[in-house]
């Protein structure tokens, strides 16, 4: 069971910041709905609600997604998602159920930066930046490439442009952790494709890394990217093999890149979509 010794409820991040940096073993917490799979005592938690984290603002350039937004927010943020190709609501329907959403937070599932996440798969993908209260504003792939500082993540900052977008993820049963998932995004004349649950954290590769250049990439691009892609890093859990991740890297980005493209799939690609028998999960 988890147990807190303290509890404290600061008004804003600044005073919860101090707290998390100088009362012994404090700890954020979120909608809590990871940290309550641990049984542990905590001996100080601070709740963020009364910092004013909860909602999802659009300005003229950017949507604001406060840390205490829930998930469900982020599915149901209309104006949000039709800005981004749907590609949020996409890659959080189907974590666990929606009252599990209502509950879970942005700022847990980016703060924790779960190899598996769904949520930062897809936000990867998109021009977002983190605000932190201590570190100050960063590109959200810089966070994913840092350590587990003190501090508190304020808002997910995603800029407004012109994005295509797809979330492509596969999952061994409905609603179970992904076995790999993949966000593909073209916005300023540049294509953004992370893969995550690999099983480690989400990575995110350029264009220029794919070899995918222009918003309609030829069938030779599209098997060239798969094959970076399945270059990455990959290896064995209880969700997938190691070889069966690598190939789902390059079908999915391929899947994903095709939808965001608003094209349909080459038919010379078709070999690199179809596992080989050795590569099927037992
Ligand atoms: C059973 C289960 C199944 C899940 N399945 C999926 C899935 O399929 N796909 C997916 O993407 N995710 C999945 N998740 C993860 C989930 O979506 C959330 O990412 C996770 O619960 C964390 O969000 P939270 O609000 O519960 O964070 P919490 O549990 O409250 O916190 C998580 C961590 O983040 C820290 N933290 C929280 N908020 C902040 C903040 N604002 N600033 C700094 N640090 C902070 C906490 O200290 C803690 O270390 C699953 C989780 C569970 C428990």
């Given amino acids: 069971m988890l147990r807190f010794d303290n509890y404290v409820r ?38 963020l609600s009364d ?5 999802i603002a659009e300005t003229d350039d950017a949507f604001e997604i406060g840390a205490m937004a829930s998930l469900r927010d982020l599915e149901t943020h ?47 993908a998109l021009d977002a930046d983190v605000v932190l209260t201590g570190a ?16 508190i993540l304020e808002r997910v900052v995603v800029a407004k442009r012109d994005y295509r977008a797809a979330y492509a993820c596969v999952r061994r049963s409905a609603t179970d952790l992904p076995t790999l998932n993949v966000a593909a995004a073209y916005w300023n004349g540049d ?7 690999r099983p480690a954290r989400a990575r995110l590769l350029l264009g220029s890394e794919l070899g995918l250049f222009g918003p ?12 970076v892609l399945r270059g990455l890093t990959f290896s064995s859990n209880m969700w997938g ?12 980005g391929i899947r994903a890149v095709c939808e ?9 690609c078709a070999p690199a979509l179809a596992p080989a028998d050795e590569e099927v999960p037992a």
């Fill in 136 to 151: 100050g504003r960063m590109p959200l792939a810089r966070l994913c490439e840092q350590g587990y500082e003190k501090d």
């Fill in 241 to 252: 093999s190691a070889r069966y991740r690598r190939h789902l890297a390059g079908a999915l």
């Fill in 191 to 197: 294509w953004h494709v992370a893969v995550g649950a």
């Fill in 10 to 47: 600061p008004v804003n991040t600044a005073e919860a910041l101090e707290v998390l940096r100088y009362r012994r073993g404090a700890k954020v917490v979120g909608g809590g709905m990871w940290m309550r799979l641990s049984s542990r005592t905590v001996p100080c938690v601070v709740d």
């Fill in 78 to 124: 209309r104006a949000l998602n039709e800005a981004t190709g749907g590609i949020l609501e996409r890659a959080v329907r189907d974590i666990v159920g929606s009252q599990f959403r209502e509950l879970a937070t942005v700022g847990g599932s980016v703060y924790g930066r779960f190899g598996f996440s769904d949520v930062l798969c897809a936000l990867l």
């Fill in 260 to 268: 965001a493209a608003g094209m349909p799939v080459p038919e010379a």
């Fill in 216 to 227: 309609e990439p030829s069938a030779a691009k599209l098997l060239n990217a798969a094959r």
């Fill in 51 to 55: 910092c004013g984290l909860g909602s």
